[in-house]
């Protein structure tokens, strides 16, 4: 490709040679706490500066892998250490008696071994040395499976173990993603590269615009512009070599092959009735597109010879579509407040069922763990659902509903490790909310700021890691969030 190769430039940071690690000294789980203690102290007097940061990442999350592989091997010695100090202290005895006791009892070996036992191992929690890692009296009794983990949290801190708030520096606000070329109207589109450090911003100034996510100065790689043809969505292909972008009343898209660097326009699709292509999907197979249509159609077109191969339609408009995490299945919600289920080889619907007090449906979308599917309506309400109650239930009942919304919910994204979903509207400045989905609970700290800084979002998503979050506003601009406990992209 000539100037502005997107695939060919270094957009992944660069790494030294791995040298052979030495072992390293044995680790002193009280040193390591008390060390830890006296830095978080220091962090608190530090405030909001850059070196409070980098050393609390350093601290909790930079050195994370090598704290955990010490960790592994030690919470289970010191487990069964506190295990075996119990057993003698309860028993009363000293060591001179246990060990005649036991030269006096014969050794006895087990006719067979279940490897099962040792992780289902009850622990008694209230004992002096554990009482400190239990959270409530229901937690008396805990598997040794499950201390293990609870005393790994403790050290190197866990993003899920306050689900009521974000821990103080989980998210930084970085540089805007597109701050090296900013729009001059509202952003439509915000969307990480599948597998690239890169991040795609497209809006109504007629442009399509690549760069590199650094956190720091987010620098452009490419930037094109479509004459006459504000861009209402624009999508990486499934393998991330081309960008599908169509526009607000236009028939015509357009495809953008990264890898050769040519802009072709899509006059016509075979097969295709519709006076407009705008809304679409890119299914996770690859290789196909999902339009949608009007009076409620939904076309399947194939990227390779531009045709529609089928068609799928539910009673009313469509508001929203969201596959299942394999492209199975499909899920659409109507303006009437339905969902339907249809099954992507088959093309038939397999389910239907009414949104919980939902009177219009505005969008939707479904966790990439198959797990859950979220649901928004116009009143702003955000139902959260189990995706198998969706398949097999006539009548689905959401295992939450989010309310902290007014206004109408036009933009939901679940996480890559399907931990978070992120929901807004944009029909009010500010108004977006991160939902902690193992509690089904909204932190209460996010957005957070004395000025605004998120205005009107109308798309959200996150890194392919959960490394970053970013969100399009209608000031031009792509706020981009670090998430400090994803270490990755």
Avoid at 98 to 112: G, K
Wanted: proline content about 4%; charged content about 25%; hydrophobic content about 35%.
């Amino acid at each position: 490709m000539a100037d502005g190769n997107v695939i060919k430039l270094p957009v992944t940071e660069e790494r030294a040679p791995a040298k052979k690690k030495a072992r390293p000294p044995k680790f002193n789980a009280r040193q390591e706490a008390q060390t830890r203690q006296k830095n978080v102290r220091r962090l608190a007097a530090l405030g909001e500066e850059d070196g409070s940061v980098k050393l609390l990442e350093e601290l909790v999350f930079g050195a994370e892998d090598e704290l955990v592989e010490r960790l592994v091997e030690e919470d289970e010695q010191q487990v069964d250490t506190l295990l075996l100090e119990d057993a003698a202290e309860e028993s009363g005895q000293s060591e001179a008696e246990d060990e005649a006791r036991q030269q006096r009892q014969p050794t006895r070996v087990a006719a067979w071994v279940d490897e099962d036992d040792e992780l289902e191992e009850a622990v008694y929690m209230k004992h002096r040395y554990r009482r400190d890692l239990i959270k409530g009296e229901a937690e008396s009794i805990m598997t040794k499976q499950k201390l293990q983990q609870r005393m790994r949290e403790q050290r190197t801190g866990n993003f899920v173990a306050s689900p009521d708030s974000l821990p103080s520096g989980v998210l930084r606000k970085c540089l805007p993603a597109n701050s090296a070329r900013p729009s001059d109207d509202r952003l439509t589109t915000v969307q990480f590269h599948p597998s690239a450090q890169v991040v795609m911003t497209a809006g109504l100034d007629q442009s399509v615009s690549l760069f590199q996510v650094d956190g720091k100065t987010n620098p452009k790689i490419q930037s094109i512009h479509l004459d006459r043809f504000p861009v209402h969505k624009a999508q990486f292909s499934h393998d991330g070599e081309t960008v599908i972008a169509t526009s607000l009343k236009n028939k015509m898209f357009y495809l953008y092959d990264m890898m050769e660097g040519r802009v072709t326009p899509v006059h016509t699709v075979r097969g295709l009735n519709e006076a407009r292509v705008k809304e679409f999907s890119v299914c996770p197979e690859g290789g196909a597109l999902l339009l949608t249509g009007t009076n409620g159609y939904l076309h399947l077109l194939t990227l390779k010879t531009k045709e529609v191969v089928r068609s799928m339609k539910i009673n009313g408009d469509i508001s929203g579509v969201a596959f299942s995490h394999d492209g199975s299945k499909v899920y659409a919600n109507s303006e009437e407040g339905e969902v339907y289920v249809w099954d992507m080889r088959s093309s038939r619907c397999v389910n239907r069922f009414t949104d919980d007090g939902c009177v219009k449906g505005t969008s939707i979308a479904a966790s990439p763990n198959g797990r859950y599917l979220a649901c928004g309506s116009q009143a702003g309400v955000v139902n959260i659902y189990s995706q198998e109650a969706c398949l097999n239930s006539a009548n689905p009942k959401p295992l939450r509903a989010v309310m902290n919304l007014l206004t109408s919910a036009t933009s939901l994204a679940f996480n890559p490790s399907s931990e978070i979903l992120a929901i807004a509207s944009r029909a009010e400045d500010e108004a977006i909310r991160l939902v902690h989905l193992s509690s089904l609970s909204v932190f209460s700290n996010f957005p957070v700021s004395k000025k605004k800084m998120v205005y009107r979002a109308s798309c959200l998503d996150f890194s392919p890691h959960s490394g970053f979050f970013s969100l399009a506003n209608n000031k031009g601009h792509a706020p981009l969030f670090r998430l400090l406990h994803y270490k990755d992209f």
